[in-house]
Each structure stands twice: as structure tokens, then as C-alpha cells.
């Protein structure tokens, strides 16, 4: 388990920045470039990774999820260069650790609360939520990041960025990015919560494995990784599972409770064991069983346990007791066997999978089929070839490669793109901070991408992908709406809920392509605003029009910003209103 609470000693160093190579004069730096470079050697020095940092409209997002906003910085700038003050910048003060929840969102309260629940009732620190002295604030919205200067790319990679504590010893702050495309659901939404809750009061990640990179500082007494620890790294698919013995053993080092260690409870009774030659009974009608997932990544260690549903009529007779699982490949080789509960790494193939538990010295069991992907790299991009392809904006591609093979740990890596129907090159821009590349579509059509990876022995392994742009009407207008949180309107809403301001974007192939460079005409939006209405069951009583108009967008012009800023709060009232805006008409004048 590693932790924010205790980072090693560093001497204080100085260090030039420079924008160009060092065998010749530096080349100016813009200030934003300088500011940046300014920002990352604060951060290395805070003691965080920045290969894969990223700015965001709060700041920088480091190692995945970890959130550093301005006050951040500042306040680890402003501070006296001690030990004991770079201590405290990261753990959350005694007065402040009976927490409670300020949540803006919607889509995951069930499980913020049923996380608060399980903190309270496991962590086993000082740490509760309850109490009033300080707010973890919870909000749902999409992560933006910047697409070059501008801050519009959603990031549907990100599953949430999370702050930690701050210097004045308050918690910090979680924010779920409702853009990120592997949202989780059920229990794993409930560990993402506690994963969540571990950054916000300092933990750092837990390494997996041997290899695997933490972060933060090592905390005396738990293990140097544990691939069952609540703070591992998120991957996709999740496969949390709840706090670990670890988990325990560093909440308790850090946040120790006032009251004295409760007597040992008696040792259970053990387990039985099994080994290959405990026979297994297949008995579907009692022990059937479904799977969540049915194709897995080779290599990746799963913990199966999470992805079966106990379908049979004599699982609640076993509720309490141990599950085991066993493997085997289409020759009746078993490649995995042992308690459920554990996590396994399976090479690629298919296989069966048998889950079960020990009855009269045999496992009786449920089966089920499986695949395991050899895990090779894919080319990623949010351009979808089933929604209107904007020409005007810049889309993404990336490297997606994570695989437990040594000789594959490093490599270099080349996208190229060609438009088919020209054989011309499409021009692709890297961001080495975003780790992507940017990129336009010159025009309608078929394009085909190629990603290549070379690693240090000089292996190559290839990735293609084809993109399909079908064809327009030529003067077509198209929009997007966009939703951005604004701020918070407090006094007339029982929950303070979040205010949200919206935007049209505009496009048509006559204006973005290079054919013809700018519209010649003001674009004429029409719209409705909606008040609707609903009763304490949710059911629709009402539907009623607030306002009506029309937004004329200026020549050359893409965008514009509708008038109200609007939230859907629930009055101190039992009904609830909701507003929503329509588009009624987009033509040209």
C-alpha cells in the first residue's frame, strides 16, 4: 500500500528550462510552454509522476486519476522547505476527519452511500463519514482536456480524477467524468467510490505486482504490492474487490483510531483445501452460473469471483461458505485452480470455467465458456463512424498496448493515416503529454489507419483500422449541444444542486473543408426551453414552454451560447421541475 503521508527527504535543485535540443541555442519559449514546464517540475518535485500528466480545466491530471489543481501548487510553492510541511501537505488534518458528503450528481448516489456505509464499517481508522468538520465533494460532469490550445476534447479514458488533501489539512475532492466510456455499474461502481475516498484523504496506488509502479511512499508493516488492495491502479475492465489486509493496515497506520486494539477474535475454521485430485461434480440446475464477462485479456490478472452470477436453486444454502474455481483448455489441461476469491493471469485461448464449492470432499459446480484475448496493440479514436463527422474539429487517435510481456514494457510507437480515395497522407499531430494524436478529416471518404510498435530487440507488431466517412448533404447545417457546469445556486435548492450552461456548436461541409473556407451566410437557430414537470413517482404531469426564440450567429462564426444557464434541481417542494432545451430549426439566412 503506498500513501501521500510520508514522501522521502529531497534536496532543494535548480534546474533550467529550455524548449529546443541542447547542441544548439534553446528556441524561445511561448509563456504557456514555460508555465507548463514551470507546473511539471513543481509536481516532480511534489513527488508525482508526470510521463503521463495532463491539463485539464482544474489543472493536471497525474498517474491516471490523481487531480492537482492550482491551489495545489501554490500551496506547496508557498510553503517553508521542510520536512515536516511537505508532510503535512498530504493527510488530513484530526480535525477534519469526521467527514460528510457534498454530492452534485444523479447517476451514483446509490452507491456513494452504500461506500460511506462499508468505509465506516471496515476501514477500521479515524477516518468516518458522519461527522461535520470538513466536505469530500462528489460532482458528475464530463473531463475536458485540451485539443491544443482549447479546452474541448472530452476524455472518454479518464474514469475520475480525484485531488488530494490539501495544506490546510481539509480532504480533497472527487469529480466521476460522465464522458469516460467504461462507467461502471454495481458493485465495482461502489469500489470506485472507495478508491475515490482513499485518494481524497491521501492514499496513493498500490502497485499490482513486482514491476508494477505505486506511488506515494512505502507504510511500514503492509505488503511492498497487492493486486487486492483497493488503491490498485483502475484498468479496463475494474476488478476491485473491496479493501485487502493491507488496505487495513495502512488506514490504521495513518489515521489510528483513539480506542484501544479490540481482542483477537477465534481463528475461523479453516478452509478445506484443494488440489488436482478433488474431483468436481457438474451440476447445473443446482449450481448454474452466468458471466458478467465472457472475453478476457490474456495476462491481465482477474479475480472471476466478480464476474459470476450464482444462477443455481442451492447457492443460498452455501451463501457462507469458500467458492473455487477451476480452468481448463479444450484438451482438459487445467490452467487455473484454487479459492475464487484469488486473482489469476491466463494465457490466450479458449477455455471452460468451473465455479463451485466443496460438498462431501468434492466441488460442486456451475460451468461456463471463456475466451482470453492475446493482448496486442489497438488504435483508439472518438471519431464514430455512425454519428456526423464535425470537418471542422480535431479528433483523436491513440496507442492502446498494456500487456504483462518484459520484452514489450518499453516501445516506440508510429500512427500513420491515409485518405484512400487520394492516397494522400492525412497530417497527424502528437501530443507527448496527452500521449494522442490530433488530427482532421480533409474530406468525406474512406481512411485507413496504421499504428506500428517497435520495441528495444527491434520486433514490430502492427495495429490497422478503417474508417468510413459517408457522404452529406452539401449544404447541410449541423450542430452538437454542449453541457458545462458553471457553478452551484445555492438559497432555492434543496441540494444545492450544480448550474449548467449550454452551447450550440455549428458545422457543414461548405464551411470547413478546404474547398470553401467560411459560410457567407449568418446562420438562424430556432429553439424551445421546456419546463417539465413530474410528480414524487416521476411520472410526466405537465409539459409547458418557458420561453421561445431564435439566435442569429454571426458570419464565420461556429458557435453560440444559449441564454439561460439552467439547473435541475428539486425544490423544497415534493414535485420536481426539469428544464430542457429543444431545436426546432437550423438553416441558413
Not at 506515494?216 to 484498468?235: F, H, L, N, R
Not at 527491434?458 to 450542430?479: F, Q, R, W
Request: proline content about 5%; charged content about 25%.
Amino acid at each position: 500500500m503506498k500513501t501521500f503521508y510520508s514522501f522521502a527527504a529531497a534536496a532543494l535543485m535548480f534546474s533550467a528550462i529550455s524548449c529546443g535540443r541542447e547542441e544548439t541555442a534553446p528556441e524561445p519559449c511561448s509563456p504557456e510552454q514555460l508555465k507548463y514546464e514551470q507546473d511539471m517540475n513543481t509536481i516532480r518535485e511534489m513527488g508525482y509522476d508526470t510521463s503521463e500528466a495532463f491539463a485539464v480545466k482544474d489543472g493536471y491530471v497525474v498517474e491516471g486519476d490523481i487531480l492537482l489543481t492550482t491551489k495545489h501548487l501554490e500551496d506547496f510553492l508557498s510553503a517553508p522547505r521542510t520536512r515536516h510541511t511537505r508532510n503535512g501537505n498530504y493527510f488530513v488534518a484530526k480535525e477534519y476527519q469526521a467527514l460528510d458528503i457534498s454530492y452534485g450528481g444523479g447517476n451514483f448516489s446509490q452507491y456513494v452511500t452504500e461506500a460511506r456505509t462499508f468505509w465506516n464499517e471496515n476501514a477500521q481508522c479515524n477516518i468516518f463519514f458522519g461527522g461535520d468538520n470538513a466536505l469530500i465533494e462528489i460532482r458528475e460532469e464530463p473531463l475536458w482536456i485540451y485539443n491544443g490550445d482549447v479546452l474541448d476534447a472530452p476524455d472518454e479514458e479518464t474514469l475520475m480524477v480525484v485531488s488530494p488533501p490539501f495544506a490546510t489539512g481539509s480532504p480533497g475532492s472527487i469529480v466521476i467524468n460522465t464522458a469516460c466510456r467504461y462507467l461502471p455499474s454495481d458493485k465495482q461502481a461502489m469500489y470506485m467510490i472507495l478508491h475515490a475516498f482513499g485518494h481524497a484523504v491521501g492514499f496513493g496506488h498500490t502497485p499490482k505486482s513486482p514491476g508494477d509502479r505505486g506511488d506515494g511512499s512505502y507504510i511500514e508493516g503492509t505488503a511492498e504490492y497487492d493486486p487486492k488492495s483497493i488503491m490498485v491502479k483502475e484498468s479496463d475492465p475494474l476488478s476491485w474487490s473491496g479493501f485487502s489486509e493491507n488496505d487495513i493496515k495502512a488506514f490504521k497506520a495513518v489515521y489510528p483510531t483513539d480506542e484501544p486494539e479490540p481482542e483477537p477474535e477465534p481463528e475461523p475454521e479453516p478452509e478445506p483445501e484443494i488440489d488436482s485430485s478433488t474431483p468436481w461434480r457438474y451440476v447445473p440446475d443446482d449450481f448454474g452460473i452466468e458471466l458478467s464477462v465472457q472475453d478476457f485479456s490474456e495476462d491481465t490478472p482477474y479475480v472471476f469471483q466478480n464476474y459470476v452470477k450464482q444462477t443455481g436453486d442451492f447457492w443460498h444454502y452455501h451463501e457462507n461458505k469458500q467458492k473455487y474455481i477451476r480452468i481448463t483448455d479444450a484438451n482438459g489441461k487445467v490452467v487455473a485452480l484454487g479459492k475464487a476469491n484469488e486473482s489469476y493471469s491466463i494465457p490466450y485461448g479458449e477455455y471452460t470455467l468451473q465455479y463451485g464449492v466443496m460438498i462431501d470432499a468434492a466441488v460442486s459446480c456451475g460451468e461456463a465458456k471463456v475466451k482470453f484475448w492475446q493482448t496486442e496493440p489497438r488504435i483508439w479514436t472518438n471519431a464514430r463512424e455512425n454519428e456526423t463527422i464535425d470537418l471542422a474539429r480535431e479528433y483523436v487517435l491513440k496507442c492502446e498496448f498494456d500487456t504483462q510481456n518484459s520484452d514489450w514494457r518499453t516501445y516506440d510507437k508510429e500512427m500513420r493515416m491515409v485518405h484512400v480515395e487520394t492516397g494522400k497522407e492525412v497530417a497527424l499531430r502528437f501530443s507527448g503529454a496527452a500521449d494522442r494524436w490530433y488530427f482532421k478529416f480533409p474530406d468525406r471518404g474512406t481512411f485507413s489507419v496504421v499504428l506500428t510498435v517497435t520495441n528495444s530487440k527491434g520486433e514490430t507488431k502492427t495495429a490497422e483500422k478503417t474508417l468510413k466517412i459517408p457522404d452529406v448533404e452539401d449544404n447541410a447545417i449541423y450542430y452538437k449541444m454542449f453541457e458545462k457546469y458553471v457553478g452551484i445556486e445555492y438559497g432555492y435548492l434543496k441540494n444545492n444542486e450544480a448550474v449548467s450552461r449550454f452551447y450550440l456548436q455549428f458545422y457543414s461541409d461548405a464551411a470547413c473543408t478546404d474547398r470553401i473556407t467560411a459560410t457567407e451566410n449568418t446562420i438562424e437557430c430556432s429553439y424551445i426551453l421546456w419546463l417539465h414537470s413530474f410528480d414524487i413517482h416521476s411520472e410526466l404531469v405537465s409539459s409547458n414552454i418557458q420561453e421561445q426564440g431564435t439566435l442569429l450567429v454571426p458570419v464565420g462564426s461556429s458557435s453560440c451560447t444559449m441564454p439561460q444557464d439552467l439547473f435541475n434541481g428539486v425544490p423544497y417542494t415534493l414535485n420536481q421541475d426539469v428544464l430542457e432545451y429543444q431545436i426546432t430549426g437550423v438553416r441558413y439566412k
